[in-house]
């Protein structure tokens, strides 16, 4: 079965330092993964996404991730934090064949930017 | 122009009751979701309709009845309310009838359901 694990609920850095958000999957097939953000009181926002190509993607707001299909790994980074980067964010892969039908979301990474 | 939204935004209710939340998207998209996100903020869906078909149901109690009348809208029933239910719902949206092609979710601003 696919499962995503997001390792460590949170993660503080301080302002203008790297952002480093783990994420691993465990799927035979690399699935489809995403990066949403969430801020406080708000939905979910995409952040960026890898299907296929490129395995090093960027997404909104200065982030990017790399798809590693020999760590099962999907990492976000951020060169130099933000204070408006404090939220939550959340990892999710959509298993292949199912397309859009299914996202499976890690259990979420709350940053928190020190000034 | 709200892309997906959710009323209502709050919902207080006692146990045993009946309630529902509506869920509108104004994308075009033919699929649409609903998720749940407990107090620990994990997310995991609920319900799946494609074309107003029912395509996900994870095993869901059956207290919970979506409804969607039409592509644009899927709309959740929860009878018999219990504390347990207690969260954060949130509907999404997708362009996506082929299981193999991907796009992308979008989500609406959740409904915070208290039950007392």
């Known amino acids: 079965a696919q499962s995503v694990t997001q390792l460590g609920s949170h993660v503080s850095v301080s302002e203008g330092a790297l952002v480093l958000l783990r994420c691993n999957y465990s799927?035979?097939?690399?699935?489809?993964l995403f990066w949403y953000v969430q801020y406080p009181n708000q939905g979910l926002q995409l952040l960026l996404k890898?299907?296929?190509?490129?395995?090093l993607v960027k997404g909104i707001n200065g982030f990017e991730a790399e798809f590693k299909k020999s760590e099962t790994s999907f990492h976000l980074t951020k060169p130099s934090a933000h204070m408006s980067d404090a939220a939550e964010y959340f990892c999710a892969v959509s298993p292949p064949g199912w397309g859009t039908y299914k996202y499976i979301f890690g259990t979420g990474t709350r940053l928190k930017v020190l000034a | 122009d709200t892309a997906v939204s959710q009323t209502p935004k709050y919902l207080v209710t006692q146990m045993g009751n009946d309630k529902s939340i509506k869920c509108e998207q104004n994308l075009g998209h033919d699929t649409m979701y609903w998720y749940k996100q407990d107090s620990k903020k994990f997310l995991k869906i609920m319900f799946s309709?494609?074309?107003?078909?029912?395509?996900i149901n994870e095993t869901v109690p059956n207290r919970f009845s979506p409804k969607s009348p039409d592509k644009a809208h899927l709309n959740l029933h929860i009878n018999s309310l219990e504390l347990g239910d207690s969260a954060v719902y949130f509907c999404?949206?997708?362009?996506?009838?082929?299981?193999?092609?991907?796009?992308?979710?979008?989500f609406g601003p959740g409904t915070r359901l208290t039950v007392l």
């Open positions: 890898y299907t296929t190509g490129a395995t």
């Open positions: 999404a949206s997708s362009q996506g009838t082929s299981g193999n092609l991907y796009n992308e979710q979008f």
């Open positions: 309709y494609n074309n107003k078909e029912l395509i």
């Open positions: 799927s035979s097939v690399p699935p489809y």
